[in-house]
């Protein structure tokens, strides 16, 4: 077994010879976490993650659940059941490190083309998960909401998730968001639309403004799991300079381990959003 300590602003992740209780309060400043030392995976001992230089806000394509489950010799079914599994450490693994916002592409716009017993079973997980996992998003200070079309949502689902966003709504550890019946194209019309209905004129930061994807803030790093490397209408406006990182594991086996190594892919990269050097970026014009 291997554990993470905290050292100075960086997480080392070390062998379990030097177990240390601060593995329980990473990062520091966090609400109480729910981990125990039962949970923790190995982690390998070159991972090392600067609690300095964080991505705020992270975005995760969870592609590979169906073939997952195809190489157990199982329906699609099971995949996507063993894929909420990885949600649940995946959100704590952020919540733990501190990442403010992690949006998550649950159901897309175009999923509603999938057989009719895999989108039920779908929604009935997605419903599950919003109960199953409601006392932790709240004793974890997680706020919860959802984008996309949701009045396509079966009511049963559409229930739960609205008492959720309710309940968690003033909690601010970090921000979940469920892209729910989401596309990003149609998430930029939708909202053109709504300005024009209003008589907003349509500017770069009046569409900014409005748009439920960049509530949070622009999307700093976008996974996708599963080996493909396209954004399929995710985040599309939310990501204009998200780094990608697109990794060929299946979603169901993602863990914390490999959302660290995506973190410090990500703190690998010179981030020069338009400018010939990264230098400071604390001028960057907030439409980049
Ligand atoms: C893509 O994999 C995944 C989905 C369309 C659904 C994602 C759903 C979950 C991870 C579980 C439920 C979500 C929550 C938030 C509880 P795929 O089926 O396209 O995989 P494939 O490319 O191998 O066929």
Request: glycine letters at 6%; charged letters at 20%; a negative charge.
């Amino acid at each position: 077994m291997m554990n993470a300590i905290r050292t100075s602003h960086r997480v080392r992740i070390c062998a379990a010879s030097t177990l240390n209780t601060d593995f329980m309060t990473i990062p520091s400043s966090a609400a109480p976490i729910l981990l125990s030392s039962q949970t923790a995976t190995c982690y390998p001992a070159s991972v090392l993650i600067d609690l300095t230089r964080l991505p705020k806000h992270v975005a995760i394509i969870m592609d590979g659940n169906g073939r997952w489950a195809m190489e157990q010799g199982e329906l699609r079914m099971f995949g996507h059941k063993e894929g909420t599994t990885s949600v649940t450490s995946t959100v704590r693994a952020a919540r733990r490190l501190g990442v403010e916002a992690l949006t998550l592409f649950a159901f897309s716009e175009q999923n509603w083309n999938r057989p009719e017993p895999e989108v039920t079973a779908l929604m009935q997980l997605l419903h599950d998960y919003l109960i199953s996992e409601r006392e932790e998003m709240i004793q974890n200070q997680i706020r919860v909401r959802a984008i996309g079309r949701r009045n396509k949502l079966p009511t049963f689902v559409r229930e739960v998730l609205v008492a959720l966003e309710r309940d968690t709504s003033h909690l601010t550890g970090m921000t979940l968001t469920l892209a729910l019946s989401y596309g990003g194209r149609e998430e930029l019309i939708d909202t053109a639309a709504m300005l024009a209905r209003e008589g907003v004129p349509l500017t770069m930061g009046s569409i900014e403004a409005r748009l439920p994807s960049m509530a949070c803030g622009p999307v700093d790093l976008l996974i996708r799991t599963g080996g493909e490397q396209r954004i399929s209408n995710f985040v599309l406006w939310a990501s204009a300079y998200a780094e990608f990182v697109f990794t060929s594991e299946l979603w169901p086996n993602f863990d914390e381990q490999a959302l660290f190594g995506a973190i410090k892919e990500f703190q690998l990269r010179d981030r020069r959003f338009g400018r010939a050097s990264s230098g400071d970026v604390s001028d960057v014009d907030p439409l980049y």
